[in-house]
């Protein structure tokens, strides 16, 4: 499908009653959906790590929007006890979910495990995406399809997870780290959960859509705060101001892929222009070893077994 020259977030549909969950919200990508969905309508609940940066980001906002729907939740991605603890709070105060975007991420920082012993990137960007997923599905699903209801989970990958491969043999980097490539490696495992999920989906008749989106090379603070010098001088100092577009036009693909009602199941967001770095919303190719089905049945099972988490399908007729 051709590039969208002139959808932006102006072109979003009235979201008024639908609920959404943003992951990581509080600032970059997830500050600029939050934004943008809140000025069509609907109700946002920013999952942040820091809840006091989460209640600024709702100040800046209702500056603008006054009267814009929007609650703070304290979610740390890399903490899976966090993660349930989020899950079930969340599920005993709404009923329902329309839109959960998995847009959280961690870039490049030195090797380190999460609490429960897993790669930092790993942890952070998949598996505990991975988890709250599969923990907030009874509440996508509520409802089912019907007048109204257009569930949805987006994740946000990268134009990098064509660079990587998933080292199954050594998936916590104990043997041989590099910040970067298991950067890349976290952000091609979004990209075969996100496509693993959608034929799970599928074959079990549920109405939620798992839909796949990158920004491009945006301006986030996920370059300028990495903590490896040569990549914050590379990215922030250098790439950011003269390559980099906003967070406002790097959201864009995965606000279509949220809102956009003739987006389908299976589809991937990103950038139109060359090489997929900046441009308005198009579909786009997703890597081989994204879409392969053994990749995608090992990762599942890793996950599963990573987080404890077993999704709980609607049994077909």
């Avoid at 990587?164 to 590099?178: K, N, V």
């Avoid at 989106?213 to 001088?233: C, D, E, F, K, M």
């Avoid at 959201?251 to 003739?262: F, H, K, N, S, V």
Wanted: hydrophobic letters at 40%; a positive charge.
């Amino acid at each position: 499908m051709r590039e969208h020259p002139h959808w932006n977030a102006d072109r979003i549909p009235d979201q008024a009653g639908r609920v959404f969950v943003v992951t990581g919200a509080n600032s970059g990508l997830g500050l600029a959906t939050t934004r943008a969905i809140a000025r069509r309508g609907g109700q946002v609940i920013l999952a942040v790590r820091d809840e006091a940066k989460g209640r600024r980001a709702v100040a800046d906002i209702t500056a603008g929007q006054p009267g814009a729907r929007l609650e703070v939740r304290q979610l740390d991605l890399a903490d899976l006890e966090s993660v349930r603890s989020f899950a079930d709070r969340l599920r005993a105060d709404h009923s329902r979910l329309d839109v959960l975007v998995n847009n959280a991420g961690l870039m490049a920082p030195p090797r380190s495990l999460s609490p429960q012993g897993h790669e930092s990137q790993f942890a952070c960007n998949h598996l505990g995406h991975f988890a709250l997923t599969g923990l907030l599905l009874g509440a996508l699903t509520a409802g089912g399809g019907g007048a109204g209801r257009d569930p949805r989970v987006v994740t946000v990958s990268s134009v990098n997870h064509r660079k990587a491969g998933i080292q199954f043999d050594d998936i916590t980097g104990r043997r041989r780290y590099s910040a970067m490539g298991f950067y890349n490696q976290s952000k091609l495992a979004n990209a075969v959960f996100g496509h693993e999920l959608h034929r799970r989906l599928g074959e079990s008749g549920s109405p939620v859509r798992s839909v796949l989106a990158h920004p491009g090379y945006t301006a986030t603070n996920l370059q300028t705060s990495a903590p490896i010098g040569l990549w914050r001088v590379v990215f922030g100092r250098i790439g950011n101001p003269l390559l980099a577009q906003s967070p406002e036009r790097g959201a864009l693909p995965q606000l279509y892929a949220a809102t956009e009602p003739d987006v389908e199941s299976g589809e991937f967001i990103g950038p139109g222009g060359p090489a997929e770095l900046r441009g308005a919303p198009t579909r786009v190719p997703l890597a081989p070893a994204a879409a392969d089905a053994e990749t995608g049945r090992r990762l599942w099972e890793l996950s599963e077994e990573a987080t404890g988490v077993r999704f709980a399908f609607p049994t077909t007729v």
